[in-house]
T-cell receptor, first 113, second 113 residues
């Protein structure tokens, strides 16, 4: 019940396109859903996060869509750029992020010119 | 620089040996989390400390132990090392009830030969 399932495993998107990564969770006690971006040789860095009281959160080109009834959330990257090429992890936790994060398996995103 | 410092960055050691990984959290952060990242298993939660006390335990092997000191830095001790322990070990820190999630360090890459 602690799993977070992430898809796709890898994604290739043309520059300027929209990148979409999906996650699904099982534990209804989760109340904090962040997305992390990781570049090779670096630690994951928080990109954007959402709580279940809202259905969408936007920060610049990055948007989280959240569907509480379906227990799914997704990351949309608009106008994708080569600099967005990285591995993206969704995660979930309880207590608004003050407990351990359970991570998805990651999506390797490649933006091609 | 994320503010979370991990040392050493790389470590090569032989099977059966013991190593200590060190983490200094971001100034003001009371919680420290340790994660293991391997190619086939993603980011796996090991253990959490909050203000010197163990708060939560994940899939941490009995050969592994950790502690958080009064100055809030933390150490992860790995003993009787096996080839399968080769991975990236990340430390993250957070402050209680904050809405910005964790801050990860750059990790320690452990190679067991």
């Amino acid at each position: 019940q602690q799993q977070v399932k992430q898809s796709p495993q890898s994604l290739i998107v043309q520059k300027g396109g929209i990148s979409i990564i999906n996650c699904a969770y099982e534990n209804t006690a989760f109340d904090y859903f962040p997305w992390y971006q990781q570049f090779p040789g670096k630690g994951p860095a928080l990109l954007i996060a959402i709580r279940p009281d809202v259905s969408e959160k936007k920060e610049g080109r990055f948007t989280i869509s959240f569907n509480k009834s379906a227990k799914q959330f997704s990351l949309h990257i608009m106008d994708s750029q080569p600099g967005d090429s990285a591995t993206y992890f969704c995660a979930a936790s309880r207590s608004f992020g003050n407990e351990k994060l359970t991570f998805g398996t990651g999506t390797r995103l490649t933006i091609i010119p | 620089d994320s503010g979370v410092t991990q040392t050493p960055k790389h470590l090569i050691t032989a099977t059966g040996q013991r190593v200590t990984l060190r983490c200094s959290p971001r100034s003001g952060d009371l919680s420290v989390y340790w994660y293991q990242q391997s190619l086939d298993q993603g980011l796996q939660f090991l253990i959490q400390y909050y203000n010197g006390e163990e708060r939560a335990k994940g899939n941490i092997l009995e050969r592994f132990s950790a502690q958080q000191f009064p100055d809030l830095h933390s150490e992860l001790n790995l003993s009787s090392l096996e080839l399968g322990d080769s991975a990236l070990y990340f430390c993250a820190s957070s402050v209680a009830m904050a809405d910005y999630g964790y801050t990860f360090g750059s990790g320690t890459r452990l190679t067991v030969v």
